[in-house]
């Protein structure tokens, strides 16, 4: 079966490419949230949420909130109460960690959506906190095999950023510099904003490996976001405002450029990048 026919462009909601349930197998990465199918058989999360969760979520789908092309956080469909839980139901979109980046564009069109994300995000004062690969997605739900170029496709790709159980929201006027976590977690006392910083810079190190030689300004920018002191590391705003002049720059053969999965280690070794990390190759 062709993948290409059997996908459905309905926003919010991921598009399905795998034909068997065996293939959509969800990964859990929390215990607080459950995936489901609604009334439709749409593939849907519930999670159980803490109070600050519940603030930051329904400030991002206020409809002011969600005007801003910016605001790539996951969608709430429905908030449930129960006694005292409450619960929310959102689209499921698969974390896409080992969906294969197959051009340029591709690399280009995710480092993008989520710089302006976060960029978004720390606009209005939401330090996430945990920008790890389990927490950032992809709308599409089924295995490599079965979703092949289209899962990476610009034309079709969207990515979003979910799990805001860790994250702080401050008052609009809090300088970004001056930032302190709220209360105790993993971090420390590092400012979260420039957590936020190091974590997606990290992500990108590793998606961005194969394709270093096409683009060292790139390379270049993504070292400064993971800079050993957290002071010194670059904020989210002036790095996007970099890696758009980069993108900007770019020609069309650059960005259609392949990207390689395969590359050498210091001692000549064969080893294989996928978007969540890096795997020898078998002999």
């Known amino acids: 079966m062709d ?24 990964d859990f990465a929390s215990l607080r949230a459950w995936p489901a199918r609604d009334g439709a058989g749409r593939d849907v999360v ?15 789908n206020s409809p002011k909130a969600r005007a801003d092309p910016r605001n790539i956080s996951i969608p709430v469909l429905e908030y449930i109460k ?3 839980y409450t619960f929310v139901v959102m689209p499921r979109w698969d974390i896409g960690w080992e969906h294969k980046f197959y051009t340029v564009a591709d690399l280009m069109h995710a480092m ?21 690969v389990q927490n950032i997605g992809l709308n599409i739900i089924g295995t490599p095999t079965d979703s092949g170029r289209l899962a990476r496709d610009p034309a079709h790709a969207l990515y979003t950023i979910f ?31 420039q957590v936020d910083v190091a974590l997606l810079g990290s992500v990108f190190q590793t998606w961005f490996k194969p394709a270093e030689e096409l683009l060292p300004q790139i390379t270049t920018l993504l070292k400064e976001m993971v800079h050993d002191k ?14 758009q002049e ?16 395969q590359l050498k280690n210091n001692k000549g070794a064969l080893y294989t990048v996928f978007p ?8």
Not at 3 to 26: C, G, I, N, Q
Not at 276 to 283: D, L
């Open 3 to 26: 993948v290409w026919d059997t996908v459905e462009h309905t926003y919010p909601f991921a598009r399905r490419v795998y034909t068997s349930d065996d293939d959509a197998v969800f």
């Open 46 to 60: 519930i999670k159980v949420v803490a109070p600050m969760e519940l603030d930051i979520l329904k400030w991002l």
């Open 82 to 84: 129960y006694n005292d």
């Open 112 to 132: 993008g959506s989520y710089l302006q994300g976060v960029d978004f995000l720390h606009e209005n004062r939401i330090a996430h906190c945990d920008l790890r």
């Open 163 to 193: 799990d805001f159980g860790g994250s702080f929201i401050y008052p609009r006027d809090t300088p970004l510099e001056k930032a302190l976590p709220l209360e105790k977690n993993t971090n420390g006392d590092v400012n979260p904003f």
């Open 230 to 243: 957290p002071q010194k590391r670059i904020i989210i705003h002036q790095t996007l405002e970099r890696f």
């Open 246 to 261: 980069v993108h900007s720059n770019l020609r069309p053969d650059q960005l259609e450029c392949a990207v390689s999965n």
């Open 276 to 283: 969540g990390g890096a795997q020898p190759v078998p002999r």
